[in-house]
């Protein structure tokens, strides 16, 4: 499975932006997709992610109320829609895609960069 990030930028607090991930390769064996992100001289932490064939979804509580997760199947995409930024959500967002629940997560995409000036 192959994974291409998109969709970064420089965005002022309360504004948006969506970010785009797109799968290739062994698509099929996809169990969920989650974004995860990390800030300068901080950890990466998970931020969402979607089951890939029931489409439930998970964020945590950081992020709720503000962002969404979504896929499009016939596309093999998910999105990541991040509303009312704030400067703390600032990080390099990644994507990544799992093949079962009890798996880590082992494809990766390359990150995007999101940056909320204050």
């Known amino acids: 499975v192959q994974l291409q990030a998109s969709g970064g930028g420089l965005v002022q607090a309360g504004g948006s932006l969506k970010l785009s991930c797109t799968a290739s390769?062994?698509?099929?064996?996809?169990?969920?997709m989650g974004w995860f992100r990390q800030a300068p001289g901080k950890e990466r932490e998970f931020v969402a992610s979607i089951n890939w064939s029931g489409g439930s979804t998970y964020l945590v509580n950081s992020v709720k109320g503000r962002f969404t997760i979504s896929r499009d199947n016939a596309e093999n995409m998910v999105y990541l829609q991040m509303n009312s930024l704030k400067p703390e959500d600032t990080a390099v967002y990644s994507c990544?895609?799992?093949?079962?629940?009890?798996?880590?997560?082992?494809?990766w995409g390359q990150g995007t960069q999101v940056t909320v000036s204050s």
């Open positions: 990544a895609a799992r093949t079962d629940y009890n798996r880590p997560y082992a494809y």
């Open positions: 390769g062994r698509t099929f064996s996809i169990y969920d």
